[in-house]
């Protein structure tokens, strides 16, 4: 079985290549040999390559600063990436596709756990938009492919957000909880006895080991044909900002208190999605948080030190 994966570089692309299954033939090109913001370069690479399946997992991506500070390119870039790629599948006659969403799609004020039927019923959260909006276009692209000639079989995969190995460690364009490993190790480090944190800390966020959803993602593939066109992947359960900063400090090594700036924005109070499809499907992750984060950790040593 020959599958591609755009984005095989960044967070998720690494993961699936380190667990790929055996049997499997990878096609893992970078963005110079193929640059996705360019169609007639997409289009001949899929007509070259002719994958069995495609795991579309690309895109500008980054925290709450990034998205408030480049809006424009994370919904023009996203946008044009996934039209271009779906649409080269679907003209090359690429039969199978799994298109990477996000749980930023779902409404603001949308009660938890977010069920799948709940994308487009109500506001989505300003601080994202852009990148949702972008994704709900990949989203909906796929399934009117599906609509309208049912032996394109595209789904979608909206994972919770996500953590872990060959994350992103940066001032600007990093997540959450890789950015306040960062900060809590530099505390540690510079022997500081506070660490802020943004808001009040009391929003819940369900965070998930990169590793776990490259593990589902495999099982999707050994299981396509069972696997829902739109399915949830997340633990089922969250922890709040707060409760997240404790357990890095703890495995870090931090001793100190915590404040917290109340004029920064801190985005939904809560985004747990729901995942009874997942479970029905058979799957269940198995990293715990601590094992997660001390993964996380080590990595992030692992480059520091370098």
Known sequence: ??????????????????????????????????????????????????????????????????????????????????????????????????????????????????????????ELEPTNEGYALAKIYALRYCEYIKREDPSFNYKTIIPCNLYGKWDKFGEKNSHMIPAVIKKIDKAVENDEESVEIWGSGLARREFMYAGDLADSIWYCVANFDKMPDLMNVGLGFDYSINEYYQEIANIVGFKGSFTHDLSKPEGMKQKLVDVQRLEQLGWKPSFSLNEGIKETYKYYKSISND
């Open 1 to 122: 079985m020959k599958v591609l994966i755009t984005g095989a570089n960044g967070l998720v692309g690494r993961n699936l290549k380190d667990r790929c299954p055996e049997g499997v033939q990878l096609l893992t090109p970078s963005s110079k040999t193929l640059n996705l913001l360019d169609f007639s370069t997409t289009q001949k690479y899929i007509l070259d390559n002719q994958p069995d399946l495609v795991i579309h997992a690309a895109g500008v991506v980054g925290g709450i600063q990034a998205n408030i500070a480049n809006p424009i390119k994370f919904l023009a870039e996203n946008n044009q990436i996934g039209h271009n790629l779906i649409t080269s599948c679907y003209q090359g006659n690429i039969k199978k596709f799994i298109n990477l969403g996000s749980s930023c799609i779902y409404p603001k004020d949308a009660k938890n756990p977010l069920t799948e039927d709940k994308i487009l019923k109500g």
